[in-house]
């Protein structure tokens, strides 16, 4: 009995050692981006090649997982800012851009590595204000924009080539409705079809939900606080069901409103998660993802530029702040041992786990 009770007593120990978050700190391995220019977005295609973008029509390059990385300019584009790089291949990107006239909203694409950029889309709506995209394919994606007159003038693309106003198909916009610009991650796309927009500045903050690329859209109410200039900055799924939100607010008086909520049903129903270890607003978050390590299929990544970053291995059960990292716009994982932050002065941070 002595010897059976041992070995139960192990099993059970065991088995809440597996269940205990991993608590481990991943390794921060500052890069240089070829840029002192900020850098707003990044998306990595896989683990050695992963474009960046942001500030004076900048875009940087990694084509070896981050020792060296070649920064560039697009033409006829420096005087823009780029919020979004959708990365494609070591060869093909395409890029969003914002700026101070209705026209400065663009989107780009090489398909040369950056040698040579065309023009795809050039906004004409001297309302509209196109925060991000989000591509199920390399030739399938959504462009988001804040609210026009209750509607959203949002684009979607079926060819990689040409862009498409797909406002009709969207629910009515609450007063003010808008999305954030803040790291290129205000829409998430998942398998062929899934998509899911966050939204703020309104009455509450949402979340937009296509099960058939776009065709057709739900809305559903979150609970993180909305305000001009504060809600749901940024979302991610790591299946058709599981996904996390951030958010907060802008005003640097309201920074204790820093948030993440998660969802089990596909974006219908959110529930807060315990308190993010970071201020103002949730920027931008990527799951690390689990590829080679189960343990990390729920860890997730934050950052909240000078309100600092974190990450969570749990879908923010437990929450461990990243030291000494402050300044950082944007995240994005191929895998638990690719990731990148991008921020300020051009700074990257490569983070492994």
């Known amino acids: 009995m002595m010897f059976a ?8 120990s065991a088995a809440s050692a597996r269940q205990r978050p991993d608590t481990r700190q991943p390794t921060l391995t500052p890069q240089n981006s070829g840029t002192k220019n900020g850098l707003i977005a990044v998306s990595a295609a896989n683990a050695r090649v992963a474009w960046a973008c942001g500030s004076k029509g900048t875009f940087t390059l990694t084509t070896d997982g981050g020792d060296s990385w070649k920064a560039g300019v697009v033409p006829g584009a420096e005087e823009l800012q780029f919020r979004d790089v959708e990365a494609v291949s070591d ?3 395409y890029l969003l851009s914002v700026g101070s006239k209705p026209s400065d909203f663009r989107i780009y694409k090489t398909t040369d590595g950056g040698a040579s950029w065309t023009m795809q889309f050039q906004n004409q709506d001297a309302k509209a204000f196109y925060d991000c995209f989000a591509f199920w394919t390399p030739t399938h994606g959504i462009a988001v924009s804040d609210s026009v007159d209750s509607r959203f003038p949002d684009l979607r693309t ?7 106003q797909i406002g009709a198909k969207l629910p009515a916009a609450l007063a003010g409705e808008g999305s954030f610009a803040s790291s290129g991650t205000c829409i998430a796309t998942q398998g062929q079809r899934n998509a899911w927009i966050a939204t703020g500045s309104g009455k509450s903050a949402r979340i937009l939900a296509s099960r058939d690329g776009g065709a057709t859209w739900t809305a559903y109410d979150t609970p ?5 200039g504060a809600g749901a900055f940024t979302v991610a799924f790591r299946d058709a069901h599981n996904g996390i939100l951030g958010g907060g607010n802008l005003d640097p008086k309201q920074r204790d409103q820093a948030a993440a909520a998660v969802s089990r049903d596909g974006g219908k129903s959110w529930k807060i998660t315990s308190e993010p270890p970071v201020s103002g607003a949730i920027y931008g978050l990527s799951y ?5 390590s189960r343990d990390l299929a729920r860890a ?3 950052t909240a530029n000078q309100g600092g970053a974190a990450w969570t291995p749990d879908e923010g059960n437990t929450w461990y702040k990243l030291p000494d990292v ?9 895998g638990p041992q690719a990731g990148w932050l991008v921020g300020t002065e051009g700074r990257v941070l490569k983070i492994s786990f």
């Open 5 to 12: 009770a041992i070995v139960i007593l192990a099993a059970l």
């Open 158 to 164: 079926d060819d990689g080539k040409t862009w498409q």
């Open 91 to 93: 060869k093909i990107a």
């Open 326 to 334: 402050s300044g950082y716009w944007s995240v994005t994982f191929a």
């Open 288 to 292: 690390v993802g689990g590829a080679g």
């Open 300 to 302: 997730v990544v934050i």
């Open 224 to 228: 993180l606080p909305s305000a001009p």
